[in-house]
């Protein structure tokens, strides 16, 4: 069902929730009522990624009132057909979120801190493997999803999480992306939901935005 008292609204981005209460079969009559054509779904054997795009569809149809085509770039990035607005896109567990913007917009959603840890010098480079203690959940749950929303709005597929997106050393909210010799600036913003998920959002910073730390 959406989590109708719980949209974040932030500057020109709106981001929604949906939690995945329904069945497969409940989640497709939904869908038909609305005429969303489930038809791309029906054959998706993985109960759990049928129903996260089932609850996707409803979601975008109860936010914007309109069934809008939900493509994917050669990258990977989801988009709206014939939508002058920027999406992302999270899936985590029974929770199903998704991000408006006017501007390239990424986001994550996660709660399994352990599995985060487990695999933390993968993503983290040295100074952050320094700086952030290994029994702290809530500091490497969100390098992690600020990664993670950070690689979805830099839009360059294979980048090396751990050293080429990096938090700046100064500055908590900023985190860089490198391509090459050049170096990208993004703004994250973490918020968590009541049951305990993890949600980051990255956009590109602009010159007048102001730091938090």
């Not at 969303?36 to 979601?59: G, V, Y």
Request: proline share 2%; charged share 25%.
């Amino acid at each position: 069902m959406p989590i109708n008292n719980r949209p974040l609204i932030l500057d020109n981005i709106s981001v929604h929730f949906w939690e995945i209460t329904e069945t497969r079969d409940e989640l497709k009559n939904l869908c038909l009522s609305v005429g969303i054509d489930t038809s791309c779904i029906d054959n998706i054997q993985s109960q759990q990624r049928a129903c996260e795009k089932m609850a996707t569809r409803l979601l975008i149809n109860q936010v914007l009132n309109h069934n809008y085509d939900l493509c994917h770039t050669e990258d990977g990035a989801p988009y709206l057909k014939n939508f002058t607005r920027h999406i992302s896109i999270s899936h985590s567990s029974h929770i199903v979120g998704i991000a408006f913007a006017d501007t390239p917009i990424g986001i994550d959603i996660e709660h399994k801190a352990e599995q985060v840890i487990r695999v933390r010098k993968k993503f983290l480079n040295e100074r952050e493997l320094a700086t952030i203690d290994s029994n702290d959940k809530t500091s490497n749950l969100k390098l992690w999803t600020a990664k993670e929303a950070v690689y979805k709005v830099h839009g360059v597929k294979g980048i090396d999480f751990k050293n080429k997106i990096y938090q700046d050393i100064h500055i908590n909210s900023v985190f860089k992306a490198a391509i090459g010799k050049k170096t990208i600036l993004y703004k994250v913003q973490h918020f968590i939901l009541d049951s305990g998920f993890m949600i980051a959002i990255a956009t590109p910073k602009t010159k007048n935005q102001k730091n938090s730390i």
